[in-house]
């Protein structure tokens, strides 16, 4: 039985076990709440912090406080950048939301 991560190899000398190469990829949809997580999130640490959401520090936080579990960094800030940031009207902002988001940097 191959153990985890390993491939059986068979071959003239014998049979052996080695790393595999393949990688299994896991896609699943974001969800409302998780996009609210990473607005509010945003909201909260933006330019409090001196961050905006274009670069890569706010992004790579989220990842280590675990703020979506399962997520990575890259793929929160595509998920704001290519979804959140263009369909802010659905997320019912108020208006202190949207000056918060204004001011980490998002096109309101």
Same mark, same amino acid.
């Given at each position: ?55 890569? %520090?706010?992004? #790579?936080?989220?990842?280590? &406080? ?5 997520? @990575?960094? +890259?793929?929160? $800030? =595509? %998920?704001?950048? #290519?979804?959140?940031?263009? &369909? ?5 902002? @108020?208006? +202190?939301?949207? $000056? =918060? ?8």
């Amino acid at each position: 039985a191959a153990r985890s991560g390993e491939e059986e190899v068979v071959s003239e000398t014998g049979t052996g076990w080695r790393k595999s190469s393949r990688v299994e990829i896991v896609t699943s949809f974001y969800s409302m709440s998780e996009d609210r997580k990473i607005l509010n999130y945003v909201m909260d640490h933006g330019r409090v912090e001196g961050i905006t959401v274009g670069g890569d %520090r706010i992004w #790579k936080m989220m990842e280590k &406080k675990t703020v979506l579990v399962g997520r @990575s960094w +890259q793929s929160m $800030k =595509q %998920r704001f950048r #290519k979804s959140i940031s263009s &369909k802010l009207e659905n997320y019912n902002l @108020s208006g +202190q939301e949207r $000056k =918060q988001l204004a001011a980490a940097g998002v096109d309101i």
